[in-house]
């Protein structure tokens, strides 16, 4: 089935309000460079799921992650004033797996081109087991085969 629309565009705006609001700052000074990368919101307008990358370390990614969660309230806050909603969603924060993901990817493209120009290395010096061209071919009529 296709997405609801108004959904789609309730998560955008959610997606502007929340990044906004990072941008000018939070008091919390364990909140690192979080980067807000997608937002979903159900159907019914209730729930959001907000997803996030952060720059740096893990124990930054985890001090940001805890300064997102105690600053959830707020957030909301800051989502219900500039939505025209009646009721505003409630805000879950997820941290996205794209930096993960992006280098497992990287690793293995890199593995699959050492792979190939072994490959090609070991065709460069290979020889025939056989003929060159093993498949039969017509046999040429001689003069004395045509009597």
């Not at 941008?23 to 364990?30: A, V």
């Not at 159907?43 to 992650?65: I, N, P, W």
């Not at 924060?93 to 930096?99: C, G, K, L, M, V």
Request: glycine residues 6%.
């Amino acid at each position: 089935m296709g997405e609801n629309p108004r959904a789609a565009k309730v998560a955008d705006r959610i997606r502007e309000i929340i990044a906004q609001r990072l941008e000018r700052g939070l008091r919390d000074p364990r909140l690192g460079f979080v980067t807000i990368t997608d937002v979903r919101v159900t159907g019914d307008l209730q729930h959001a799921s907000v997803f996030y990358t952060v720059y740096g370390t893990e124990e930054e990614r985890a001090d940001s992650a805890a300064a997102l969660k105690a600053a959830t309230g707020m957030l909301r806050t800051e989502v219900g004033r500039n939505l025209n909603l009646r009721l505003t969603p409630s805000l879950e924060f997820i941290a996205d797996a794209i930096p993960e993901n992006a280098a497992a990817i990287d690793a293995l493209l890199r593995e699959a081109t050492e792979r190939d120009n072994e490959a090609r290395a070991l065709a460069a010096n290979a020889a025939y087991a056989g003929d060159e061209d093993p498949y039969v071919k017509p046999r040429e009529l001689d003069d004395e085969d045509e009597e």
